[in-house]
């Protein structure tokens, strides 16, 4: 790791002016992931701003919106009250990632911003266009069992690992941030981007930009809601395949739906298509069937990742099932 | 008498150290003036080092040298005219890379931080040739060494002819040891000819026998220490290249110096369980009759060492069947050499046996259970030995009640719970019951305590525990008064700890010490004090820590005190003897498990696992029971999640760290029955123990695929068993 000076300013403007003044200067939250890179030569920032004094730990309900501070942890929102109440498919998602132990040091925020688990981009030996773009992709006819199955690029296949963002964008979220030139709200789903020929960009954050939180609007999902995971062992593993489904039904007819998934795109992939199918029917496993069909459509897939279409079709079939117990 | 510690539940002696963090592992010490070392690694797979450029690292605050080929102090143990590549690899040695990961220098300095830090200013220029890490891609280069005969009983191929046979390949990927300790060493020359180690090490006296050759010191002059060690499984049954840098640099800067590896390093730098392709062949009669066993092995090794291990010999001797052959090669890939995973080979080699047998079982339409009583061997077939003991149909009975055998249906696929798929499965493991060469020395004080001391290891198992309970057995001293003390290379020698034999040969020594002991007490008694002076020793009783004749009780510390001996040590060797020639010895272990498996998504969950031990005398159940469920989740990874994956184009590990490498955590880990015979084996050793280390493992991952099967239907030969191949 590179020599870096450290500051922990505490306001908001502070930090920002910190980030805006030095190129390579990072954010520093819990730290879960930034470390991890910076040990792995991945970045090398000269200087880190540390967050932790802001005063963006919070969780409140006004107008039935839903506001989380950016530096609240993973573990506090699932375990909240009003999280478990009005949310609870983002509870599911939390407790779904990583470990007990992560996610006490883990902010939403932070979350929001974790890279790609993709091996190349770690392993600074290997090419990878994400890490130094113009190096090529080394999942592409490497090792990419883990990778992309709906919207890659020629330069890039990696997935978005978290748990957390799939469940924000099925409810659709917003992400607040405050920058240099003021404060703006950025919708979930255009939060994150896909690769095109810029895979070193994971977001639509601008430079110096801070996360301040996120807000949820009310949603009626509160009783049929299921996030579920697959994964290679029980517990403390990334998604081979993660799928948020959330069901409004009354009369035995689905009024509205919500669907996502984790594990299979360069953001989280929400399944607006899918989502239309379902509407006005009722909750049948046939019917859960042609969403997973239509969710799947676009699916392209790699040299070791083509189980992820059946997988995923399975998947949602399986969630749509829980979420609506039948 | 005293209630006989051995077959006792009784904590660890260390226990308390342990878990209060004051046992001492090898990185805890902190010789005067330590420094600290990283290794600079090479990111190719085969080539030259062209040019090495430290001048940077040099300047880097704190750093004090970088040490490669091209500065290494002259080796007296590598001036060997022509050397033999399969020699091992030799650190430092010259400019050739044989595979990705290899250390080309060493950099040391005044924290760890800035060693790892200048470890990345190094510049190593290379000239890369043509590697190859891919066992499919070398298969028409397997050859055999003269370790590896092919072995015949019968007719070679017999299961062809067979009314009902089968044949298949099944494949285990490489499997890397990651026990929570990372390995290193801390190196301290004393003196220019004095070497002190603290190692993390299975045997403190084979690294002082590795060392002696390559720095021609004389054993005197190599203190190695390694009184505790965080798992090692078999990795540190061999000193690495890694320690030899290591002892190679502290050599060059004369000041000790600590190297821990990082979690990526365990990947490349302490070997693993290498990859195996297997092909079984077997055919029975219509009624469950073997007829046929062939087995056949191909496992990879590294370019400059062979390594070999007991794949195929299981296939040899677990059933009564008249005819098999097996045939074991090896193949040489760009890694660094393999090294023994616990259960070694016969893992490996009981995977596809088991399997084997289970899908010959479905061929049949016979309960497994009921094939495997079928052939079962009541004689050593591949030895024509009788066994020491056997009591493996006890074990398949014990093991069969627990797990509800009977709920299984023949057919798979049929039982459900909660919409998951249930399927039960079975599989047995052996291994051979070893009895090796040990000395104890025994040293009782005036006080009437007692301190026994080999230079055994204890690499987790509880050896000092089970040792206690064997001296005190032996001698009738309370086990609170003994102290067993190991891993220090000035003990008496002992073998390494592997192979589930340390219980068999360093408890025989300890037994027999024990005995001398006695035998020492009751000559100084006959000798000097009145009571027993008319006597004969073989006369004097031993009781509870005292001698007995008639009505008459000494303390052993009163012998002591009255000839005014402020100790009496005695020190004794113990081997096995002719009656290896006359039995065939093996412990045997039996694995049943109920497996959920989910229709939709293929993810697989061990819901109950019952295994059942057949290793003799069980000196601690407490200890025993932890040793057999450590196994357990050690096959629960085999089975179920554990390969390191290559990028072949490379020759790079992909998933080297502990968030990609899935190690199964206590969510995979299900409720485990742990079952013992407990029944001392009459020929072995004094304790009738045989071991128990490695059938813990040994068969387990079947268990699991052959529960699999009955749950999907779904036969998966390639371990692990990943939801995506049941998709
Ligand atoms: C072994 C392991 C397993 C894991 N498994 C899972 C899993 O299964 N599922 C899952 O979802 N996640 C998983 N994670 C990832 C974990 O959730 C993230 O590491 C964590 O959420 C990051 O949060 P942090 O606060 O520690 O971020 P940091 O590491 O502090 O920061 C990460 C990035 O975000 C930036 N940043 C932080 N806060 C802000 C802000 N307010 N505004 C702008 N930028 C900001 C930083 O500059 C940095 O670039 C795992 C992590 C590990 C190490
Ligand atoms: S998939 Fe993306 S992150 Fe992975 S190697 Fe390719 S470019 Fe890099």
Same mark, same amino acid.
């Given at each position: ?8 300013? $505490? ?44 005063? %963006? ?8 919106? %839903? ?260 | ?55 940077? /690292? ?6 004090? *040298?970088?040490?490669?080929? %091209? ?6 143990? @590598? +001036? ?34 800035? $060693? ?17 890490? *891919?066992? /499919? ?19 070679? *191929? ?25 390995a290193g060493i801390i190196a301290h020359w004393e003196t220019p000819d004095k070497l002190t180690l603290y190692a993390k090490t299975q045997g403190v006296k084979s690294v002082q026998q590795s060392l002696k050759t390559l720095f021609q010191l004389p054993e005197s002059q190599i203190t190695v220490h390694s009184q505790f060690v965080g798992g090692a499984f078999g990795m540190a049954l061999r000193i690495w290249p890694m320690e030899v840098a290591t002892i190679i640099a502290a ?31 077997? =055919? ?14 191909? $496992? ?154 080999? /230079? ?30 190991? =891993? ?47 006597? +004969? ?27 005014? %001996? ?11 003897? !002719? ?36 290793? =003799? ?16 989740? =050690? ?22 760290? @502990?968030? !990609? ?19 001392? !084996? ?46």
């Amino acid at each position: 790791m590179n020599q870096f000076s450290y500051v922990r300013p $505490a306001s908001q403007q502070a930090a920002i002016d910190a980030i805006t003044r030095d190129s390579s200067a990072r954010f520093i939250a819990g730290g879960t992931n930034l470390l991890d890179l910076m040990k792995n030569g991945v970045l090398a920032p000269e200087k880190l701003v540390d967050i932790n004094r802001l005063p %963006l730990r919070n969780i409140t309900l006004n107008n039935n919106i %839903l506001h989380i501070g950016a530096l609240t942890l993973n573990s506090e929102v699932a375990a909240h009250p009003l999280i478990k109440t009005h949310h609870p498919l983002l509870s599911q998602a939390l407790l779904a990632g990583a470990s007990q132990q992560l996610r006490n040091m883990a902010t939403t925020g932070g979350n929001m911003m974790q890279r790609t688990r993709c091996s190349y981009f770690y392993d600074t030996t290997m090419p990878c266009n994400k890490r130094t773009p113009g190096s090529g992709c080394g999942a592409i006819g490497g090792v990419n069992r883990m990778h992309a199955i709906f919207g890659a690029s020629d330069q890039c296949i990696a997935v978005h690992p978290s748990d957390m963002c799939i469940a924000l964008v099925a409810l659709d979220a917003t992400v607040l941030v405050a920058g240099p030139k003021g404060n703006r709200r950025i919708p979930f789903g255009e939060f994150h981007r896909l690769p095109g020929n810029t895979p070193d960009q994971d977001n639509n954050l601008g430079k110096g930009e801070l996360i301040t939180g996120i807000e949820i609007p009310h949603s009626p999902f509160t009783n049929h809601v299921y996030y579920l995971k697959v994964r290679d062992r029980a517990s403390y593993a990334f998604a081979l395949v993660s799928v948020a489904a959330a069901l409004d039904i009354s009369n035995n007819t689905i009024r509205d739906a919500r669907l996502a998934m984790g594990g299979v795109a360069h953001k989280p992939w929400r399944l607006h298509e899918a989502e239309k199918t379902l509407i006005g029917k009722t909750p049948t496993v046939e019917n859960f069937r042609i969403a997973a069909t239509v969710a799947t459509q676009s699916a392209r897939t790699y040299q070791h990742n083509a189980f992820k279409v059946p997988m995923a079709q399975n998947s949602i079939v399986t969630a749509l099932q829980k979420a609506a117990a039948v | 008498m005293k209630k006989q510690a051995v077959g006792q539940s009784m904590d660890r002696v260390d226990g308390r150290l342990k878990v209060t963090g004051g046992a001492r592992y090898f990185a805890d010490h902190q010789p005067e003036g330590m420094l600290y070392a990283a290794l600079v690694c090479s990111p190719i797979s085969s080539g030259r080092i062209t040019a090495i450029d430290a001048t940077r /690292a040099l300047r880097a605050p704190g750093v004090a *040298d970088v040490v490669s080929h %091209l500065n290494v102090p002259p080796i007296p143990g @590598y +001036k060997v005219e022509n050397p033999n590549p399969k020699q091992g690899l030799k650190i430092f040695y010259d400019d050739r890379i044989y595979s990705n990961g290899q250390p080309v220098a060493i950099v040391v300095a005044n924290t760890l931080e800035r $060693a790892v830090y200048a470890a990345t200013l190094v510049k190593v220029t290379y000239a890369q040739e043509v590697h190859q890490t *891919d066992m /499919a891609g070398s298969i028409d280069k397997a050859f055999q060494n003269k370790n590896m005969k092919d072995y015949q009983r019968g007719e070679a *191929d017999a299961w062809k002819k067979a009314p009902v046979s089968l044949e298949a390949e099944y494949n285990i990927p490489i499997e890397v040891h990651n026990p929570m300790e990372l390995a290193g060493i801390i190196a301290h020359w004393e003196t220019p000819d004095k070497l002190t180690l603290y190692a993390k090490t299975q045997g403190v006296k084979s690294v002082q026998q590795s060392l002696k050759t390559l720095f021609q010191l004389p054993e005197s002059q190599i203190t190695v220490h390694s009184q505790f060690v965080g798992g090692a499984f078999g990795m540190a049954l061999r000193i690495w290249p890694m320690e030899v840098a290591t002892i190679i640099a502290a050599r060059k800067i004369r000041k000790p110096i600590k190297l821990v590896l990082t979690r990526k390093d365990m990947f490349t730098l302490v070997g693993y369980r290498p990859a195996a392709k297997q092909r079984i062949g077997i =055919g029975a009669t219509a009624d469950g009759k073997l007829t046929g066993i062939t087995h056949e092995a191909i $496992a990879n090794t590294s370019p400059y060492e062979d390594f070999t291990e007991a794949i195929v010999n299981m296939s040899r001797m677990m059933y009564a069947c008249p005819n098999v052959n097996t045939h074991y090669q090896l193949v040489s890939l760009n890694l660094s050499t393999p090294v023994w995973m616990r259960g070694p080979g016969e893992a490996t080699g009981a995977f596809a046996l088991e399997s084997a047998i289970d899908e010959l079982a479905h061929q049949l339409h016979m309960d497994p259970l009921q094939l495997r009583l079928i052939n079962h061997a009541d004689t050593d077939p591949e030895k024509n030995l009788p066994y020491s003991s056997k009591y493996l149909k006890e074990a398949y009975e014990m093991g069969a009640a627990k797990i509800g055998w009977q709920q299984r249906s023949q057919t798979p696929g049929k039982l459900e719970e909660n919409g998951w798929l249930v399927g039960y499965g079975m599989s047995s493991g052996v291994f051979g019951a070893g009895r090796g060469r040990a000395t104890a020395s025994a040293t009782l004080k005036a006080d009437g305590s007692l301190v026994i001391r080999s /230079a055994a290891a204890d690499i987790g198992p509880g050896t000092a525990t089970a040792m206690v309970q064997i001296a005190a057995d032996a001698t009738g001293i309370d086990v609170k008064k003994i102290k067993f003390l190991l =891993g220090e290379s000035e003990y008496p020698e002992a073998p390494r700890q592997g192979g589930s034999s340390t219980v068999s040969t360093v408890g025989s020594a300890v037994n027999d010490v024990c005995r001398n002991l006695q035998q020492k007490l009751g000559e100084l008694a006959t000798a000097n004090i009145p009571a027993f002076k008319d006597l +004969k020793v073989e006369n004097i009783q031993h009781e509870d820590g005292q001698l007995v004749a008639g009505n008459t009780r000494l303390d052993y510390a009163a012998v002591l005190q009255q000839q005014q %001996l402020p100790e009496l040590m005695v020190t004794t060797t113990s081997q096995a003897g !002719d009656e290896r020639k006359q039995y065939a010895m093996y412990s045997f272990s039996v694995h049943f498990t109920k497996v959920h498996v989910h229709p939709a998504t293929g993810v697989v969950r061990i819901k109950h696992i019952v295994s059942v031990a057949d290793s =003799g005398t069980v000196v601690n159940t407490k200890t025993a029971r932890s040793q057999m469920i450590g196994g357990v989740v =050690g096959g629960i990874g085999m089975a179920l999640t554990e390969e390191a994956l290559i990028d072949h184009r490379f020759g790079r590990y992909v998933n080297n760290n @502990y968030a !990609d490498y899935h190690v199964p955590v206590n969510a995979d880990t299900p409720p485990t029955d742990v079952l013992f015979i407990n029944k001392k !084996d009459p020929v072995i050793n004094p304790m009738g123990a045989k071991g128990m280390g490695e059938i813990a493992l040994i068969g387990f991952a079947a268990a699991v695929s052959n529960a699999v099967f009955n749950a999907t239907g779904k036969r998966v030969r390639d371990l692990p068993i990943t939801p995506d191949k049941l998709i």
